[in-house]
């Protein structure tokens, strides 16, 4: 089946440093990613939508200048938490969309968890 | 009130037990996802459904389209089946997911 890898699974930061969060498809081409985040006991919470080759776009209330993404190629999205701070300690989730999907697919990465200190 | 409702939200059961987890919608939805988080944060999807049932192992899921309503049953529970369920849907011409809140389940031996 479809495998989505994140990288790292975990990481540990101090306040106002920058930390990237990289999410790949490892055996299929993905024109779109999402990136999530999930606050503890809660659901997902879209935070971006991510295509190749264009800018993200954002939902409301998710700052692009404070989590920057890029789309590099077919199987590689990255998301950049700029001058982290404690309150963005949080679970980020990709998912992937196949290229060549026929149908409403999402192929989930295994997260990372980030703590700013 | 919330697009995806999950009821019940916290479910304790014994092993060898039948789960009903259910889910219900308000908006007009392409496909309906169930998927499970365990404890360590990742999540797998389970089944994709635009319409009637899927079976997957001790794993079966419905949809009714008309009554906006799925539910996912786990048949003869195992403790290793303790997680958290969530419900999501794909509303119309769009890729983005709408989650429940998800359903914790836990099961003891």
Known sequence: ?117 | KNEVEQSPQNLTAQEGEFITINCSYSVGISALHWLQQHPGGGIVSLFMLSSGKKKHGRLIATINIQEKHSSLHITASHPRDSAVYICAVSSYNTDKLIFGTGTRLQVFP
């Not at chain 1, 990613?33 to 295509?51: E, G, H, I, V």
């Not at chain 1, 989730?93 to 060549?100: F, V």
Request: net charge neutral.
């Open chain 1, 1 to 117: 089946g479809a495998v989505v890898s994140q990288h790292p699974s975990w990481v540990i930061c101090k306040s106002g440093t920058s930390v990237k969060i990289e999410c790949r498809s490892l055996d299929f081409q993905a024109t779109t990613m999402f990136w999530y985040r999930q606050f503890p006991k809660q659901s997902l919470m879209l935070m971006a939508t991510s295509n190749e080759g264009s800018k993200a776009t954002y939902e409301q209330g998710v700052e692009k200048d404070k989590f920057l993404i890029n789309h590099a190629s077919l199987t590689l999205s990255t998301l950049t938490v700029t001058s982290a701070h404690p309150e963005d300690s949080s679970f980020y989730i990709c998912s992937s969309i196949p290229r060549l999907a026929t149908s409403y697919e999402q192929y989930f990465g295994p997260g990372t968890r980030l703590t700013v200190t």
